[in-house]
T-cell receptor, first 114, second 115 residues
């Protein structure tokens, strides 16, 4: 069982470039989400999905797009990267069961935008 | 909406000493409360959670936390820390009702255990 797999682990982009951060899970979790982590600000929710075909915005969605065509995958797209998007990105998944509240995190993607 | 305030950005402590990491939250609705831990260069993992019932909850690695509704707090404690507890700790909250598992995180507290 791989759990939550994020690729790549590191990425350097130039301003204006586009890229996709990949997130895959093999736990059959309905809920998937993307957070960004910045020093002194904790983790902030970018986008989330409660199932295939369903996505919604979190706290800081601007500049990011997502889609959820399968249960397993939840890619995060940066259409035109900006230096303000330099951050560490985490994918997190979970079951939509109140009695089993727990998020499983990937190991993160460190992104630098020059 | 919910918000979380972690009152200390860094807490230095000597090995085998007790520690308390403070967390206050704000919400107009009932909430679930969590503590997550992040070791260097890793993702977050759940330390403990309060969903309902006893206000004192025990987690992994000897940590415990107490939910205080009147003070809207959920402080994390450990009676004797080890070097291996050095990490960043995040308090998080989510509304009981609503759709999805959205968590709101605090800014984090770095626990530095010294020998």
């Amino acid at each position: 069982n791989a759990g939550v797999t994020q690729t790549p682990k590191f990425q350097v982009l130039k301003t204006g470039q586009s890229m996709t951060l990949q997130c895959a899970q093999d736990m059959n979790h309905e809920y998937m989400s993307w957070y960004r982590q910045d020093p002194g600000m904790g983790l902030r929710l970018i986008h989330y999905s409660v199932g295939a075909g369903i996505t919604d915005q979190g706290e800081v969605p601007n500049g990011y797009n997502v889609s959820r065509s399968t249960t397993e995958d939840f890619p995060l797209r940066l259409l035109s990267a900006a230096p303000s998007q330099t951050s560490v990105y985490f994918c997190a998944t979970g079951m939509r069961v109140a009695t089993n509240e727990k998020l499983f995190f990937g190991s993160g993607t460190q992104l630098s935008v020059l | 909406a919910q918000s979380v305030t972690q009152l200390d950005s860094q807490v230095p402590v000597f090995e085998e000493a007790p520690v308390e990491l403070r967390c206050n939250y704000s919400s107009s609705v009932s909430v679930y409360l969590f503590w997550y831990v992040q070791y260097p260069n890793q993702g977050l993992q759940l330390l403990l959670k309060y969903l309902s019932g006893s206000t004192l909850v025990k987690g992994i690695n000897g940590f415990e936390a107490e939910f205080n509704k009147s003070q809207t707090s959920f402080h994390l404690r450990k009676p004797s820390v080890h070097i291996s507890d050095t990490a960043e700790y995040f308090c998080a909250v989510r509304a009981r009702s609503g759709y999805g598992n959205k968590l709101v995180f605090g800014a984090g507290t770095i626990l530095r255990v010294k020998s």
